[in-house]
């Protein structure tokens, strides 16, 4: 395994956590917690199937790009519902650090571009 591809995957999910975190404080209508709450979970679910990719005992990876594509739509609905553009820098480096996972994996397993 590449300690560079793993590096960059996990490095991405600390900084999705981050921005979620972020959000969530910074989020003026409480009902929307539900949903954060779902993402914070989507997140810890790919965090373990990359980890587990990333093992001494690789498993396969396509959980992992299940779960990052989940999060990238659960993201995307919070985005389009939210009411703050100052928060939309937020919701693009999120996007970005999911992509970035993503490209890690591929490289890993030999598919990047």
């Known amino acids: 395994m590449d300690a560079e591809n793993r590096s960059a995957a996990l ?3 600390n900084d999705c956590e981050a921005a979620l975190a972020k959000l969530d404080k910074l989020c003026c209508e409480p009902g929307r917690s539900p949903s954060m709450r779902a993402l914070s979970e989507t ?3 790919a965090r373990a199937e990359m980890e587990r990719f990333f093992g001494a005992e690789p498993e396969p990876v396509g959980e992992a790009f ?3 594509e989940d ?3 659960q993201i995307g609905r919070l985005e389009v519902g939210c009411c703050a553009p100052s928060r939309l820098p937020l919701y693009s480096s999120f996007l970005a650090n999911l992509t970035t996972a993503q490209l890690s994996l591929n490289r890993e397993l030999g598919l990047g571009h």
């Open 11 to 13: 490095d991405a999910m």
């Open 71 to 73: 999060a990238g739509a």
């Open 66 to 68: 299940a779960h990052l």
């Open 43 to 45: 997140l810890a679910l």
